[in-house]
């Protein structure tokens, strides 16, 4: 798609110029030859950008008929650009030098029919993909009672532990899950999911991924709809088998990357990470 836009908007520029200088410059006699030339040049890189717009458009799909025009229209204004030179200053150069135009003018108009063509094609291939890690962390966060497991009684800087203080501090209703303790950061803290009082609409596993399958299957049989398995460096909190488990029993679930990473609960360190983690795959770009 950026290869796209890049292309319609040399078309545009481009075709500005080879205008300005063959309508307003070059008859006014400032250096004739010389505009001549510049008139050439974008003209001729115009050309070439709605040839590689209508390459573009025929590789996303966009319908033959349309790229088939766009093509030959192209070939037709490089047609006059050659016929209106080799009659300069013939009997002919006036009907030409209007056709010429009338071309060039039209490349513009067909960039833009091939552009939109490229765009809606984008729209539904993007529709039928599954949604961005940034959609489905917000769709995540927008959830207000959380359950953390995970949370350690003894390592305060611990992943868990991390997202456990920065949601609360964020206004969540979160829950510290941890089948061996009590009390956690000064606070109540429940052997299992099924002990918090009137349930949690999503989960955050932080614990090793061996331990991810039971969790999930424990977040079906409780309709939580939402999990994110936690994974910055290593394998985190990631199962697979969890993964897939999830999705085929329709859970939301976010294989990889951190709450934190994202707003509301994000901070610039984790935003960094999540763009480098991003590059590694650590953090997905989309989520089933």
């Given at each position: 798609?950026?290869?796209?836009?890049?292309?319609?908007?040399?078309?545009?520029?481009?075709?500005?110029?080879?205008?300005?200088?063959?309508?307003?410059?070059?008859?006014?006699?400032?250096?004739?030859?010389?505009?001549?030339?510049?008139?050439?040049?974008?003209?001729?890189?115009?050309?070439?950008?709605?040839?590689?717009?209508?390459?573009?458009?025929?590789?996303?799909?966009?319908?033959?008929?349309?790229?088939?025009?766009?093509?030959?229209?192209?070939?037709?204004?490089?047609?006059?650009?050659?016929a209106h030179a080799q009659l300069w200053p013939g009997p002919w150069h006036w009907t030409m030098r209007v056709l010429h135009i009338a071309s060039g003018a039209g490349m513009v108009a067909w960039g833009y029919y091939v552009m939109a063509a490229i765009r809606r094609r984008q729209v539904v291939i993007e529709a039928a993909l599954p949604e961005t890690i940034g959609e489905a962390a917000?769709?995540?966060?927008?959830?207000?009672?959380?359950?953390?497991?995970?949370?350690?009684?003894?390592?305060?800087?611990?992943?868990?532990?991390?997202?456990?203080?920065?949601?609360?501090?964020?206004?969540?209703?979160?829950?510290?899950?941890?089948?061996?303790?009590?009390?956690?950061?000064?606070?109540?803290?429940?052997?299992?999911?099924?002990?918090?009082?009137?349930?949690?609409?999503?989960?955050?596993?932080?614990?090793?991924?061996?331990?991810?399958?039971?969790?999930?299957?424990?977040?079906?049989?409780?309709?939580?709809?939402?999990?994110?398995?936690?994974?910055?460096?290593?394998?985190?909190?990631?199962?697979?088998?969890?993964?897939?488990?999830?999705?085929?029993?329709?859970?939301?679930?976010?294989?990889?990357?951190?709450?934190?990473?994202?707003?509301?609960?994000?901070?610039?360190?984790?935003?960094?990470?999540?763009?480098?983690?991003?590059?590694?795959?650590?953090?997905?770009?989309?989520?089933?």
């Amino acid at each position: 798609m950026r290869f796209a836009t890049a292309s319609w908007f040399t078309l545009v520029i481009s075709s500005v110029v080879a205008l300005l200088a063959g309508l307003v410059l070059w008859p006014a006699g400032y250096g004739a030859m010389a505009v001549h030339g510049v008139h050439s040049s974008f003209g001729l890189i115009a050309v070439v950008a709605l040839g590689v717009l209508a390459v573009v458009a025929a590789r996303a799909g966009v319908g033959r008929r349309l790229v088939a025009w766009a093509a030959m229209w192209a070939v037709m204004t490089l047609v006059f650009a050659g016929a209106h030179a080799q009659l300069w200053p013939g009997p002919w150069h006036w009907t030409m030098r209007v056709l010429h135009i009338a071309s060039g003018a039209g490349m513009v108009a067909w960039g833009y029919y091939v552009m939109a063509a490229i765009r809606r094609r984008q729209v539904v291939i993007e529709a039928a993909l599954p949604e961005t890690i940034g959609e489905a962390a917000a769709e995540f966060l927008g959830k207000k009672r959380i359950a953390v497991t995970g949370v350690s009684r003894t390592q305060k800087g611990h992943g868990s532990n991390v997202v456990y203080q920065r949601l609360r501090e964020r206004g969540y209703e979160v829950f510290a899950v941890n089948p061996n303790a009590d009390r956690i950061e000064g606070d109540r803290c429940f052997h299992d999911l099924r002990s918090i009082p009137d349930g949690v609409d999503a989960v955050l596993i932080g614990t090793r991924p061996e331990t991810a399958m039971a969790t999930m299957r424990d977040c079906a049989e409780l309709g939580i709809g939402h999990v994110w398995m936690h994974r910055a460096f290593g394998a985190g909190s990631v199962s697979d088998a969890a993964t897939s488990w999830g999705r085929a029993h329709g859970i939301h679930v976010i294989d990889g990357g951190c709450p934190l990473m994202f707003e509301p609960a994000a901070d610039p360190g984790h935003k960094v990470m999540c763009s480098l983690l991003t590059l590694t795959g650590k953090v997905p770009r989309r989520v089933a």
